[in-house]
């Protein structure tokens, strides 16, 4: 989790450099709908060799070798036509992806010595989409980030009685966040190829337990393959075109084109669910309750790029899954630690659009938390968002649904959030 915040924050700072300032309040544009009249596709295969690390003495215990490998095969749409989104033009026309994945951990060992037998993960086989953009283009050779996100369905999930030791990946079904950075050569008019340093993980989010989660960094080789050819006035378009923003003064950065700027008020409700650790620690089973609990957000926020929102946010959730941590405290004889379903905390928060798609990341600080011993010991003060959202084109690009990922020391899963949200102003 920490390395997924840590790509989406240098995507964002990447992104900061699309584009110029931003014209005064405008209304919502016209060419927001405009039609794309034609775009680049192309298809990559892909093969990556990774080494999966551990996170605390706790995974060494299971983990006893490290070697992963991943195939891809992926089928990628690039903007071309003259009249394209303002979007892609500010971000230099990235391309938008969606692939099928294979990840082989079918050769990292996974066992306790007192287990008579091997636990695996197995391959897990991964649908996700997502895009890469150039930031550097000069003639034949290019260098620019890949991001990615999808689904996985594990092989092997943690069995308590066929696959014991197997905590790393703990359900069938697991989210999984890719990113990485490449660098590219064009071989000809149709064929280049890519070496590039990618980062893979996995886990469940904490919507099951076990929960720790597959982490993995290593080298990719890719081959590229255009499909087809775009028209001459579309090539000149796309040549003249820079990675991240025109840059030449005479561009806007897309704010005449914007939905909305200045500033707004975000308004957010949503559904937080969670299993708990302390179930599973006591009774090291597949079958672990899911708790639901009513969360909800304000913040206001300025947009101040057609790519850019930034704010402060006030976080309040009603957890009442926190009574069951209270008797656990109980079983375990853990006195002195105080229980309240009330949590509050403070955000800094920033947005990045594209579409009708944005990504929001946020830190934030704890001022209301009294979760028990586990919330005392294990939790920080300090708290991360990482979230997708999006916008139908009904709305305006006032509405919207997505889901936020809530984590402590930019590592440890602490709940999903599922959100539907509303910007006023």
Not at 350 to 368: D, L, P
Request: glycine share 10%.
């Amino acid at each position: 989790m920490r390395c997924v915040l840590l790509i989406l924050l240098s995507f964002s700072a990447l992104l900061s450099r699309a584009g110029t300032e931003i014209a005064d309040t405008c209304l919502y544009p016209k060419a927001d709908s405009a039609k794309t009249t034609a775009g680049l596709w192309s298809l990559q295969v892909s093969g990556n060799v990774s080494h999966m690390f551990h996170a605390g003495p706790y995974n060494k215990q299971i983990l006893h070798s490290y070697g992963t490998s991943f195939y891809d095969a992926r089928l990628k749409w690039q903007s071309l036509g003259l009249d394209s989104q303002p979007y892609d033009k500010a971000l230099g026309r990235p391309s938008l992806q969606v692939g099928l994945l294979c990840a082989d951990y079918s050769r990292v060992q996974v066992y306790r010595e007192q287990t008579p037998y091997r636990s695996r993960i197995g391959r897990i086989w991964t649908l996700f989409g997502g895009l890469q953009l150039d930031f550097l283009r000069r003639r034949r050779f290019s260098m620019g980030v890949d991001l990615q996100h999808g689904v996985g369905y594990c092989e092997h999930p943690f069995d308590e009685n066929t696959n014991t030791d197997n905590e790393v990946i703990g359900s069938p079904l697991s989210i999984y966040v890719g990113g990485g950075l490449y660098a590219k050569y064009r071989l000809s008019s149709q064929l280049s190829l890519s070496l590039g340093a990618d980062f893979k993980h996995f886990s469940n989010g904490t919507l099951d337990r076990p929960n720790i989660g597959a982490n993995t960094l290593g080298a990719t080789l890719a081959l590229h393959c255009q499909l087809n050819r775009p028209s001459a006035a579309e090539s000149a378009s796309a040549a003249t075109s820079r990675p991240t923003g025109s840059g030449n003064g005479h561009d806007d950065g897309g704010a005449s084109t914007m939905p909305f700027s200045g500033f707004y008020v975000e308004v957010v409700a949503g559904l937080g669910m969670k299993a708990l650790n302390d179930h599973f620690a006591r009774y090291h089973t597949k079958d672990n309750p899911l708790y639901g609990f009513f969360t909800t957000m304000v913040a206001p926020m300025y947009r101040w790029h057609l790519l850019h929102a930034t704010g402060v946010g006030i976080d309040y959730s009603y957890a009442d899954y926190v009574y069951k941590l209270r008797d656990y405290d109980e079983m375990n004889h853990l006195d002195g630690y105080d229980h309240s379903p009330h949590i509050m905390g403070v955000t800094l928060r920033h947005e990045v659009f594209y579409r009708h798609f944005s990504v929001n990341v946020g830190v934030g600080a704890y001022v209301k938390k009294q979760t028990g011993h586990t919330g005392k010991t294990n939790d920080s003060r300090i708290y991360q968002n990482v979230g997708l959202r999006y916008t139908p084109p009904f709305a305006r690009h006032r509405l919207f649904v997505g889901y936020n990922v809530k984590a402590h020391y930019f590592s440890r899963v602490d709940c999903v959030q599922l959100l539907v949200g509303c910007r006023i102003g």
